[in-house]
């Protein structure tokens, strides 16, 4: 079975600063991976996906997130936190027929 | 191309009713997933359909259940509402290639549902 694991459940950076959100996956097949983020009230938007084209992915709003096969990680990073970006992140895999898997999400504040 | 689109936005309903929710999917995906997000349990699958076909279901009880039409809209049902079953209803729609498809899924508002 697939799984994700996301590590921290809230993470607080300042504006400007670099964010840093951990995912890490547990797959028995090279895994399709995914980062959502999901703004209060809402659904949840695409940032980026991984399909084993490349190993580093550029997603929207400046975010990207590297896949390291060797610690099978997949973490989301921005240089720069905008206070835009206080959102819940959701790391995901997908596996047949369309079923995701999400992780547990992380809260991102930013702090101005 | 418009988005997934779900109704109703909110709906409040009492234990032991039933309850009908609505997505539409992006023009031209015919693969319709439904999830549930709550706060202790988190973002749980719940069922996805292709070509008005049931493909994968999640760990829930009979009470959920969902369909998918022709021209790919789908409508999920929970009967004898339960407190627990209070929840944001999520949709989510892909192309949908058939077989092992690991298509992006796109995702619509959802449906606040609130059992009393």
């Known amino acids: 079975a697939q799984s994700v694991t996301q590590l921290g459940s809230h993470v607080s950076v300042s504006e400007g600063a670099l964010v840093l959100l951990r995912c890490n996956y547990s797959?028995?097949?090279?895994?399709?991976l995914f980062w959502y983020v999901q703004y209060p009230n809402q659904g949840l938007q695409l940032l980026l996906k991984?399909?084993?084209?490349?190993?580093l992915v550029k997603g929207i709003n400046g975010f990207e997130a590297e896949f390291k096969k060797s610690e099978t990680s997949f973490h989301l990073t921005k240089p720069s936190a905008h206070m835009s970006d206080a959102a819940e992140y959701f790391c995901?895999?997908?596996?047949?027929?369309?079923?995701?898997?999400f992780g547990t999400g992380t809260k991102l504040q930013v702090i101005p | 191309k418009a988005g997934v689109t779900q109704t109703p936005r909110y709906l409040i309903k009492t234990r032991g009713q039933q309850v009908t929710l609505s997505c539409s999917p992006i023009?031209?995906?015919?693969?319709v997933s439904w999830y549930q997000q709550t706060p202790g349990q988190g973002l749980q699958f719940l069922f996805e359909?292709?070509?008005?076909?049931?493909?994968n279901k999640g760990n829930f009880p009979g009470r959920f259940s969902g369909r998918q039409f022709s021209n790919s809209r789908s409508e999920m049902n929970v009967s004898t509402l339960e407190l627990g079953d209070s929840a944001l209803y999520l949709c989510?729609?892909?192309?949908?290639?058939?077989?092992?498809?690991?298509?992006?899924?796109?995702f619509g508002p959802g449906t606040r549902l609130t059992v009393l």
């Open positions: 989510a729609s892909s192309p949908g290639a058939g077989g092992h498809s690991t298509d992006t899924q796109y």
């Open positions: 797959s028995s097949v090279p895994p399709y």
């Open positions: 991984y399909t084993s084209a490349a190993t």
């Open positions: 995901a895999v997908i596996g047949g027929y369309q079923k995701v898997t």
């Open positions: 023009s031209g995906h015919r693969s």
């Open positions: 359909y292709f070509s008005e076909t049931q493909r």
